[in-house]
């Protein structure tokens, strides 16, 4: 089945510890990307990746890493969180860049830093 | 502000009813996307527009364009109480010579039995 996988779900953390969200796709995708989701904001983009080892800053990239080494694993790192960055987080993938393809989207993982 | 944005923000209905939501933007785009989420899930894909066409089916939905308003519509016909989510659209344009996608706030339909 095809589909783009997230783990974990949910995690809560305190201030400063570092944390990594796998994403993983199973479509061959060139391109991946990690959104967040915050009420009344829509979906921001975070950091995106159009093939292995390129990648980009989004629109909110700040306290936030990404890498792409493998086709297929785009992990958002976060190297010392805060509670700003308590969020619903997606990781999505698609054929090529930007909006010309539909985007495939994970499950989400509910972030809660205290 | 935002490249799309959905109007309105929220809507409630009733089974059988028609759902119409309205998606405006700014610069000028390659195409539009309309995405559905449930409750706290991901999104998924609705349907994807193109700059040079007008109207588009896809079973119950149907997806208009018009880039001379800059504005799209996704209308639900005979809603069901499982249309109940939140409906975004998102715009693809050109932006520091990439194509980038943006979504908007979204619009939370509730559709009761």
Known sequence: EAQVTQNPRYLITVTGKKLTVTCSQNMNHEYMSWYRQDPGLGLRQIYYSMNVEVTDKGDVPEGYKVSRKEKRNFPLILESPSPNQTSLYFCASSPGTGGRYEQYFGPGTRLTVT | ?113
């Open chain 2, 1 to 113: 502000s935002q490249q799309g944005e959905e109007d309105p923000q929220a809507l409630s209905i009733q089974e059988g009813e028609n759902a119409t939501m309205n998606c405006s933007y700014k610069t000028s785009i390659n195409n539009l996307q309309w995405y559905r989420q449930n409750s706290g899930r991901g999104l998924v894909h609705l349907i994807l527009i193109r700059s040079n066409e007008r109207e588009k089916h896809s079973g119950r939905l149907r997806v208009t364009l018009d880039t001379s308003k800059k504005s799209s519509s996704l209308l639900i016909t005979a809603s069901r109480a499982a249309d109940t989510a939140s409906y975004f659209c998102a715009t693809d344009f050109i932006s520091g010579g990439y194509n980038k996608l943006i979504f908007g706030a979204g619009t939370r339909l509730a559709v009761h039995p």
